[in-house]
């Protein structure tokens, strides 16, 4: 197998893929003359996240021969296990190879792992940004591709939408920032002067995923409608026969299985009817070459950068594509449009011309006649100004496009703008809509905005402020009005409110007082349309009026009273919770569910030491027993979790306390005991010494029919001091039918999707007579102990050819450490070391597919030493190494004799 420069060995690619394999080494004092040279990149948060896509890379792969890659910020030690005890970094390293043996099957042979620390699941990408650092790891990222070079970047969703991962989100946003640092020279230009990398200029940029509908079959990707009519999305569907005689789709599936410890191993089969066989979609966020919207073949994303661009098309590596001076347009505004042209480093345009294509009745100023050639590797602009016409229709999104004639042949390209009324109002943002609004701004991805629908949470029978944010768009001062438009069950203190004169390019804001005056709507995912009771904002100044919509989302609220006479015992006595039942039964994700097989009730009160909180569970089926030393993800089995919020406003769970409670343990010589542990929140770990003082008896019926928990949770544990108008409070109830520690569905008291990690759709509880004990709240306690890839052979054996340096960090020259008179002997592997600096070897006794002994050594410079690896079982056949040394490494494999 050749790679651009270099040869790579069969045998490692595939022992690198998790399949077993002799090692066969490049000279270990040889620089690769090349790095390994990719043609897309997928960049992820944690093994698995490329799942989705594999289908699409294989076909790739086999049919155009277009190699990619993943990078993967941390190896999921986070994450549960549901085929073992390890966690934290011996769980991160079974999930690279087990991520390594999955994309294998996709023919992806390069993964590079930069050994952030997976610290828990979360709905919000500043805090995963704050927790991996934003530089380093940015740098990371970029060193990648300039190292690997990839024509087409791909990562995932990263806005704020319900439910997406807060570490998807800040990858994405990574992905994003490092396909413009890539090709920037003054970003991380320490790359480009210390460690001899150049700047490179990826052709694409996509998402994951499509926003929009299509029907599944041959004709998924020319089916599909995007919700928003300017989104290009582009399909590539599953069904395609491999050379192996199975789908893509059958494959994936495969693949997905090599997930055991995240409980894939029963993935359901591919379907074998092709008219329910589904697209993997991919929305294109930003292109520097042209490309063709109208293309539905598989391999449209690879056209004008991994392959030739279609008959007629301009030359590969032609690079066009639109800038705007704004994203937001009032009518009759303009906008300074640049065209941008870059000859391919090989040859130069010939008779360039550029054309606007507009929306009916906009008009363009400016030439696009360029009048010399542009030579090769060269850059050219035209600049134009739009103007938008005085009727334009408002809140919606337009194209400006661009065709680009030469000689050679014709490409196009196109740019999002978005027309809005002179004054826009729109539904103050929740914190991490509002920070993932700047970051689409600022850099340059302002049409990403749409993907979030704007809504705000109120209590059920309560009010709240509702702030509408206004911007005068256009060319003059405006005044007018702003009328909330609310559904039944909801009014305001107004329904019109004035707003002053704003300058051109000015903001302000009116504030409503909105209540919910019919207590008796659904609350949760159970109200208006999937939880959403719509709102539309109207805003008129003199120009005209313009409407935006938005959302309220009613969370139940519930009086928590002082508590009656009665111990924490499993049973509720009579006067001990005087506060109404709470309805713990509603479904969030999962099976639906009957009354039988899995619901709940509860009450809370409090004390003048803690809450008192007691949950009865009707089950029809006792998922698996964890044992005490597994007591830790309760999501996997029978179990109950009880949240709270103190304050009631945080924006992330690290400011909360959350504890996973398992009603029974597999512990038969203790009595089969329940056990608790505190997860994804303030401080995680055991109850007993995360939250001291904390009680918790359990009661399971025999016959089963189902358990009791009742627990007493102390103030003095929660993260801060309980505000008692005003504490975010939920229970969530996971059921698990089977003994393999999957659930299958998951109940709860405020229910939406996401709803683990956003504490603003927690309901809300009062507390009337509480007086909190003044004090300062907790700091958050963070995992930070990650899987590392010095530690792990695998990441080694790419490393020691691909030229790309474990965890993705600057590489040191070969020279940094020799490894001389590598040889088996009786009790291992015997090697000699020299170091020309100060560092820490990781040595491996390596059979190419598994480490037979390891050794660390800690070196001074100059040092030479000899040193035996011990081997435990099998043959080693070549020796792994991995140095560290201030903040650099290298790695190196040598055959053994």
Request: aromatic share 6%; net charge negative.
């Amino acid at each position: 197998m050749r790679i651009k420069g270099f040869l790579l060995p069969t045998a490692l690619a595939l022992a690198v893929a998790g399949a077993p394999a002799t090692a066969v080494a490049a000279p270990a004092d040889v620089r690769p003359a090349k790095a390994v040279d990719l043609d897309v990149l997928f960049v992820s948060a944690h093994p698995d996240d490329e799942a989705g896509s594999l289908a699409t890379l294989g076909q790739w792969k086999e049919k155009y021969g277009a190699k990619a890659g993943v990078v993967t910020i941390t190896r999921g030690e986070g994450g549960g296990n549901a085929v073992g005890l390890e966690e934290g970094p011996p769980l991160g390293i079974i999930r690279e190879r087990e991520e390594r043996t999955a994309i294998g099957k996709a023919g992806v042979e390069n993964l590079y792992n930069l050994d952030r620390v997976d610290f828990w699941y979360t709905a919000s990408a500043p805090l995963s940004e704050q927790i991996w650092g934003h530089d380093d790891t940015l740098g990371q990222i970029v060193r990648v591709i300039r190292t690997t070079r990839p024509e087409i970047i791909m990562t995932m969703n990263p806005s704020p939408t319900p439910g997406n991962h807060g570490n998807h989100q800040q990858a994405a946003r990574f992905a994003a920032e490092a396909f413009a640092a890539a090709a920037d020279p003054n970003a991380f230009p320490e790359q480009l002067s210390a460690e001899g990398l150049t700047p490179f200029r990826a052709a694409k940029f996509l998402r994951s995923g499509g926003t929009g509908s299509s029907a599944a079959g041959p004709q998924c990707a020319t089916s599909f409608t995007p919700t928003v009519p300017t989104d290009q999305v582009f399909g590539v569907w599953e069904g395609t026969p491999s050379a192996s005689g199975k789908t893509w789709a059958e494959i994936e599936v495969d693949a997905r299985r090599e997930y055991v410890t995240q409980g894939w191993a029963g993935t359901a089969a591919a379907p074998t009817d092709p008219t329910k066989i589904r697209c993997d979609f991919y929305t294109l966020i930003d292109s520097r070459v042209p490309y063709d919207p109208a293309d539905s073949s598989p391999e449209a994303i690879l056209r004008g950068s991994v392959l030739p661009p279609v008959t007629g098309g301009l030359p590969k590596g032609t690079e066009l594509y639109l800038t705007t001076d704004r994203f937001d347009l009032a009518p009759g505004a303009t906008v300074e449009v640049t065209a941008h042209l870059r000859a391919p480093h090989n040859r130069a345009l010939v008779k360039p011309r550029i054309d606007l294509r507009l929306p009916a009745g906009w008009k363009a100023k400016g030439s696009g006649v360029l009048n010399n050639d542009v030579p090769s590797g060269k850059e050219r602009t035209r600049k134009f100004t739009v103007t938008v016409p005085a009727d334009a229709d408002t809140n919606q999104q337009q194209l400006i496009g661009a065709t680009l004639t030469t000689r050679q042949g014709v490409g196009r390209t196109d740019r999002a703008v978005r027309v809005v009324a002179d004054v826009r109002g729109t539904l103050e943002p929740l914190p991490e809509v509002g920070t993932f609004r700047t970051w689409a701004g600022e850099g340059g991805y302002p049409q990403l905005d749409t993907l979030i629908k704007p809504v705000l949470t109120i209590g059920s029978g309560k009010q709240r402020s509702v702030r509408i944010d206004l911007r005068n768009h256009g060319r003059v001062s405006r005044s007018g009005t702003v009328t909330l438009g609310l559904p039944a069950g909801f009014t305001a203190d107004a329904a019109t409110k004035n707003y002053p004169a704003l300058a051109p390019g000015a903001t302000g804001a009116v504030t409503f007082t909105v209540t919910n005056t019919d207590a008796t709507l659904p609350t949760a995912n159970e109200g208006g349309t999937d939880g959403d009771y719509g709102i539309t904002i109207t805003t008129t100044s003199a120009a005209g009026s313009t409407v935006e919509t938005g959302a309220l989302e009613i969370v139940p609220t519930t009086e928590v009273p002082r508590a009656g006479d009665g111990t924490v015992d499993g049973v509720a006595s009579p006067g001990e919770y005087p506060g109404p039942e709470l309805d713990f039964s509603r479904i969030w994700e999962g099976q639906a569910t009957t009354p039988q097989d899995a619901s709940a009730t509860g009450r809370i009160a409090w004390t003048t030491e803690g809450l008192k909180v007691i949950v009865q569970v009707t089950d029809d089926v006792l998922g698996k027993k964890v044992v005490p030393q597994d007591c830790k993800r309760q999501r996997r089995t029978d179990s109950v979790e009880i949240i709270v919020d103190p304050k009631g406003n945080s924006t992330d769970t690290s400011t909360v306390f959350k504890a996973g409670i398992f009603p029974i343990t597999d512990d038969p010589a203790n009595g089969n005991p329940p056990c608790w542990q505190r997860d994804a929140d303030n401080r995680q770990g055991p109850g007993a010494t995360t939250a001291p003082g904390m009680t918790v008896v359990s009661k399971v019926s025999s016959p089963y029919t189902g358990y009791t928990i009742e627990t007493m949770i102390p103030f003095a544990v929660l993260p801060d001091a309980v505000d008692p108008a005003r504490m975010g409070f939920n229970v969530l109830v996971y059921d698990s039918d089977t003994q393999d520690l999957s659930s299958q569905s998951r109940l709860g008291w405020s229910t939406f999707t996401g709803v683990r990690a956003d504490p603003y759709r927690y309901g809300l509880a009062t507390l009337p007579g509480y007086q909190p004990a003044a004090r300062q709240p907790s700091t958050p306690v963070f995992p930070d102990t990650s899987a590392r890839s010095v530690h792990s052979p695998q990441t080694i054996a790419q490393s020691a050819v691909d030229g790309v340096a474990p965890a993705a960090v600057p590489r040191l020259k070969n020279s940094a450490l020799r490894l001389t008179s590598a040889q088996r002997v009786t009790d291992g592997v015997q090697v000699t070391l020299r170091a020309d600096r100060a560092g820490t070897a990781y040595l491996y006794a390596w059979d190419g597919d598994t480490a037979r002994g390891e050794h660390t050594v800690r070196l001074a410079a100059g040092d030479r030493v000899t040193v035996t690896v011990p081997v435990s079982g099998g043959t080693p056949t070549s020796l792994l190494a991995a140095f560290e040394s201030g903040g650099a490494a290298v790695a190196q494999q040598v055959p053994l004799n």
